[in-house]
């Protein structure tokens, strides 16, 4: 089955840097357009980035963009976001996900990672 896997989320002073990363198995990864959201607690998912399948466009949201990079290593099934000047309210679980390649348009993604711990402190 179609499995998710992130790694790297963890405890980060404001202003700095954190890159997170989600290992896709069960799926041919190189078919699927990825994406990040987050959820701080007692709020809604927020859509963070999305990447094309073949790493060709990429959407960011507007809490993040200048901030943020999503990348892809479609060789490693990885998906990874690099996020730049932290700032406490970036602090949330971060999941990436994986839909067809229209999800990087209609934010319609069919799989979900667990998800990983990002906590910026001030």
């Known amino acids: 089955q179609v499995q998710l896997v992130e790694s790297g989320g963890g405890l980060v002073q404001a202003g700095g840097s954190l890159r997170v990363s989600c290992v896709a198995t069960?799926?041919?990864?190189?078919?699927?357009?990825m994406g990040w959201y987050r959820q701080a607690p007692g709020k809604g998912r927020e859509f963070v980035a999305a990447?094309?399948?073949?790493?060709?466009?990429?959407y960011y949201g507007d809490s993040v963009r200048g901030r943020a990079t999503i990348s892809r290593d479609n060789a490693k099934n990885t998906v990874s976001l690099q996020l730049n000047n932290l700032n406490t309210e970036d602090t949330a679980v971060y999941s990436c996900?994986?839909?067809?390649?229209?999800?990087?348009?209609?934010?319609?993604?069919?799989?979900w990672g667990q998800g990983t711990q990002v906590t910026v402190s001030s």
């Open positions: 996900a994986a839909g067809d390649p229209q999800a990087i348009v209609t934010r319609e993604f069919d799989y």
């Open positions: 069960g799926l041919t990864f190189s078919n699927y357009a």
């Open positions: 990447i094309s399948y073949n790493a060709g466009s990429a």
